[in-house]
Structure formats: C-alpha cells, structure tokens
C-alpha cells in the first residue's frame, strides 16, 4: 500500500510538472505572438508614413485598416485566452469589457477606412468595390458589424434567453468575428500588393509581411476555433 500511495503521489508529480510546463510554454508563445503583432504593425506603419503623402486618403485607408486588423482585432479575440500575458488576473467579466472595447474600435477604424477611399475614388471618378482586395475588405467588414451586433446581443443574452439561448448568440458571434478576421487578413495581404507599399518594398520584404500576417492569422485563429468548440460542446450537452 505504501509503493501505490508513492506511486500516486510521484504520478501526481508529474502531472503537474507536466501541465506547468505546457501553461509556461503557451504564455511564452503569447508573449511572443504579441511582440510579432507590435513588430509588424510597426514596420507596415513605418513604411506608409515614410514613403507617401500625409494628406493621401490612400495613407489613412492603409493606416486604419492595418491597425483594424493586426492590434485591434487580434487584441479582442486574444482577450479570452488562459495565458495571455497582458490581462493575468484580470477577471472574465472586464475582459468582456475590453474585448468590446477592441472590437468596436476595429469595426470604427475599417469603417473610417474604407469610407475614405470610397470618397477617394468618388472624387477622381474610379469604381470601388471591383478587386479582390476591396470586396474581400467590404465583406470583412459586413461580417464585422454583424459580429459586433450579436457580441452586443450576448453581452445582455440573460434579458433574451426566452427568444435565443446565449450559448447560440455567443456561438454566432464568434464565428461572424473570425469569418471577419480571416476574410480581412487576406485583403490585407492583398492590399500589400498595391502600388501604395509594393513599391516601397522589395519582393522579399513584400513575400515576409504576407507571411507574417498570415502565421499572426494563423495563431488567432486557433485561439478564436477553442472558443467555438467550447460554444459548440456546450451546445451538444
């Protein structure tokens, strides 16, 4: 009896090693991927400002919709993960406030975006919405509002849970939120090709700041796909 009890308490041990290795391991790959978000937003923004004109609508457009998408909308969606650095021990009910916060500010930020280079290509007599850059941004956007509405709609699920259950509103909301991530992520790497920073950059440089958005994308994702599987088991209870 006394080999199993130290069995046990060695196995325990061990657990536990193992699990605070894992939780060390993730926190270090948050840290790292926020650094990365900072880095590129700071090298995309570096590059626009320097090289065209402060008074171009082309120059806010860009601006608005790199910070929309890299600080913003990886921001609120990283709210809610377990090991994200800059909100340890914060509670899950002021998290919700500032993934709101980043989230509305995202959808402000596209909104003010694209609003200017409507107005831009209004002015010099050009069609909008005829590439595959700006139809995937105005359907990044749509799925934006959309998401925001229903996260506004969860956050006061309890007073319309005899119409929807909130489990169902959260699950929407999360999947419009990603489906707008994803979707806005790649008018991003397309918009990369435009004259307005392919031009400033070499082909290499051009070829790293897709790649690095996309492996930024890459890991929201995953955060975002937990919290829909979380939504979608509770769903099937």
């Known amino acids: 009896m006394e080999i199993k009890g130290n069995d046990v308490t060695a196995n325990s041990a061990s657990l536990q090693e193992s699990v605070s290795l894992c ?3 993730s926190t270090i790959a948050n840290l790292l991927l926020h650094q990365l978000i ?3 937003t700071g090298l995309v923004l570096w590059v626009l400002f320097a090289h065209l004109n402060i008074n171009q609508y082309i120059l806010w457009h860009a601006v608005l919709l790199v910070i929309a ?3 913003l909308m990886s921001g609120g969606i990283l709210c809610f993960s377990s090991n994200n650095v800059w909100l340890q021990g914060i509670n899950r009910s002021t998290r919700y406030y500032i993934h709101g916060i980043f989230l509305t500010g995202a959808v402000i930020s596209m909104t003010v975006g694209i609003s200017l280079e409507i ?5 010099s007599g050009k069609l909008h919405f005829q590439t595959n850059h ?3 941004g105005l359907v990044s956007w749509i799925s934006a509002f959309i998401s925001c509405l229903l996260g506004l709609a969860s956050f006061y699920s309890r007073r319309l849970k005899n119409i929807v259950k909130p489990v169902h509103l959260k699950l929407l909301h999360s999947l419009f939120a990603l489906a707008s991530f994803a979707i806005g992520i790649a008018s991003l790497c397309l918009g990369f090709e435009k ?3 392919a031009l400033h950059v070499t082909e290499t ?3 790293a700041s897709q ?3 996309i492996i930024i994308a890459v890991f929201i994702g995953l955060s975002a796909l937990r919290d829909i599987v979380r939504h979608v088991k509770a769903i099937c209870r």
Request: charged share 15%; no cysteine; net charge positive.
């Open 69 to 71: 998408f890299l600080p």
């Open 23 to 25: 939780n060390r391991v």
């Open 134 to 136: 700006s139809i995937t």
């Open 205 to 207: 440089q051009l070829s």
């Open 211 to 213: 790649w690095m958005v």
């Open 195 to 197: 004259k307005s920073y």
């Open 38 to 40: 900072a880095v590129v």
């Open 119 to 123: 107005y831009s290509r209004r002015q």
